[in-house]
């Protein structure tokens, strides 16, 4: 049989893997939770919104602007994602002690966090303080969050918006009426899951089979080069042998040497 006969199937193995792959980061955040750190100047409604969010009255919320000194982490489900809420303290400049710490902890947040909600106060016209918070999020993949749209908007967002290299989305909503939460969540979880449904079956979770599928990928390549170099057959069934064991920490099953032979037995290289 022709060696050509068995580049197909090597194509098609790569790509198959490579499928899986394609989703793996996603199922990976599936399954342990992603972090999304809520972040704005003091009183922009953070705390408001993780309540919301939360459908509990977690976090202290006052009209005091740095009620919140410390960060707080709470999980909600957001389009059927689990996503770690960090609430932070509102990043400003202060002589305060207890409140320099934990704006420096809202700023760690921000440094860890997979995704960022910028926080900005639509009942207001925006400040030069919403303009520093958000070159701080430039980072990050980030969604602004108009916050109380249910007053009469005045903050114009579009600026910060064009601004940002990593902007994802932008959504209003009430933390008061509900409004546009639940189009936050929608948002969030599209974002984090790359646009790939969730109920997709063939998704990934486990970052051990993660890497798996990576070797897995790398020895199929590495098979189709010795291919097309000419290499000898018992060089690239040594490839195909890892990329078969690979999968095998996946699906529990083994591979015997005796299964390779029997494939390569119907392959005439370079004839």
Do not use: W, Y
Request: charged share 20%; with cysteine; net charge negative.
């Amino acid at each position: 049989m022709p060696a050509d006969e068995l580049g197909a199937p090597l194509q098609a193995a790569l790509e198959a893997i490579a499928r899986l792959l394609a989703g793996a980061d996603q199922g990976v955040i599936v399954r342990q939770g992603a972090r999304a750190a809520l972040v704005g100047r003091p009183n922009a409604g953070k705390s408001s919104l993780l309540n919301a969010l939360l459908r509990v009255e977690r976090a202290i919320v006052t009209a005091i602007p740095g009620t919140t000194r410390d960060t707080l982490e709470e999980t909600a489900n957001l389009g059927g994602v689990p996503v770690v809420l960090i609430d932070t303290a509102g990043i400003t400049e202060t002589a305060d002690l207890v409140e320099q710490i934990g704006v420096e902890r809202s700023r760690a947040a921000l440094d860890r966090a997979d995704l960022v909600l910028l926080l900005l106060d639509g009942s207001q016209p925006l400040s030069a303080q919403d303009a520093a918070i958000a070159r701080l999020t430039h980072g990050r993949p980030t969604v602004i969050v108009q916050t109380k749209a249910d007053l009469p908007p005045l903050a114009e967002v579009a600026p910060l918006a064009e601004a940002h290299p990593l902007l994802r989305g932008r959504v209003q909503v009430s933390a008061q009426t509900g409004a546009g939460l639940d189009e936050l969540g929608a948002t969030v979880a599209q974002i984090l899951l790359g646009g790939l449904p969730l109920s997709d079956a063939r998704l990934v979770t486990n970052p051990r089979h993660r890497e798996a599928l990576r070797q897995a990928h790398s020895a199929v390549a590495e098979a189709q080069v010795g291919l097309a170099e000419g290499r000898p057959v018992d060089l690239i069934a040594v490839d195909l042998h890892d990329a078969v064991a690979r999968l095998g920490e996946i699906t529990g099953e083994t591979v015997e040497d005796d299964l390779l032979n029997m494939i390569f037995s119907r392959f005439c290289i370079g004839k």
